[in-house]
T-cell receptor, first 112, second 110 residues
Framework: KAGVTQTPRYLIKTRGQQVTLSCSPI?????VSWYQQTPGQGLQFLFE???????NKGNFPGRFSGRQFSNSRSEMNVSTLELGDSALYLC???????????FGSGTRLTVV | KNEVEQSPQNLTAQEGEFITINCSYS?????LHWLQQHPGGGIVSLFM???GKKKHGRLIATINIQEKHSSLHITASHPRDSAVYIC????????????FGTGTRLTIIP
């Protein structure tokens, strides 16, 4: 079966712009979670969606937002980009929240 | 202080050696994951544990709930095992978000 698909794989944006990243979960998985990975902070939880509802949110500013559609696909949006938002953004899907996770390959965002 | 701590941060070993990576946590958890990340960023979930021991090929993961400790072992290590290994816990705070350790960079020399 197809894995978790994240698009795009690489992205370069300018400070102040906004960006939307996409995550398509494994078929049948209803939970999608998002993570940010930077060399300084490591992996950090952003938010988790289950059946179109945000269930958990990490300690990130309101510029970071997300949503989940009825087909379980999820998007995350970062507005007013800052240099510090440069990171690898990973999403993971699971059948249920807290279940076994399957990760996507990530989107590497560079803000210049 | 991080709620999930890993050691060592870096580990270099010769091919064939037995490898142990440790993970400790300071609060109650409902489950613990071991993840593998290769250069390029892709993450593979190796194990999810809530008690006891799991084995897959040359990889073994154990968890001791009372001692708040988990270990990942690799037997007969191989250069292709070189990666960053990350433990991640689901903490008992009433939600199910993953809290990550800082990772262990493993390098296996042929």
């Amino acid at each position: 079966k197809a894995g978790v698909t994240q698009t795009p794989r690489y992205l370069i944006k300018t400070r102040g712009q906004q960006v939307t990243l996409s995550c398509s979960p494994i078929s049948g998985h209803r939970s999608v979670s998002w993570y940010q990975q930077t060399p300084g902070q490591g992996l950090q939880f952003l938010f988790e969606y289950f059946s179109e509802t945000q269930r958990n949110k990490g300690n990130f500013p309101g510029r970071f937002s997300g949503r989940q559609f009825s087909n379980s696909r999820s998007e995350m949006n970062v507005s007013t980009l800052e240099l510090g938002d440069s990171a690898l953004y990973l999403c993971a899907s699971s059948l249920f929240a807290g279940g076994g996770y399957t990760f996507g390959s990530g989107t590497r965002l560079t803000v210049v | 202080k991080n709620e999930v701590e890993q050691s060592p941060q870096n580990l270099t070993a010769q091919e064939g050696e037995f490898i142990t990576i440790n993970c400790s946590y300071s609060v109650g958890i409902s489950a613990l994951h071991w993840l593998q990340q290769h250069p390029g960023g892709g993450i593979v979930s190796l194990f999810m544990l809530s008690s006891g021991k799991k084995k897959h090929g040359r990889l073994i993961a154990t968890i001791n709930i009372q001692e708040k400790h988990s270990s990942l072992h690799i037997t007969a290590s191989h250069p292709r095992d070189s990666a960053v290994y990350i433990c991640a816990a689901i903490l008992n705070f009433g939600n199910e978000k993953l809290t990550f350790g800082t990772g262990t960079r493993l390098t296996i020399i042929p």
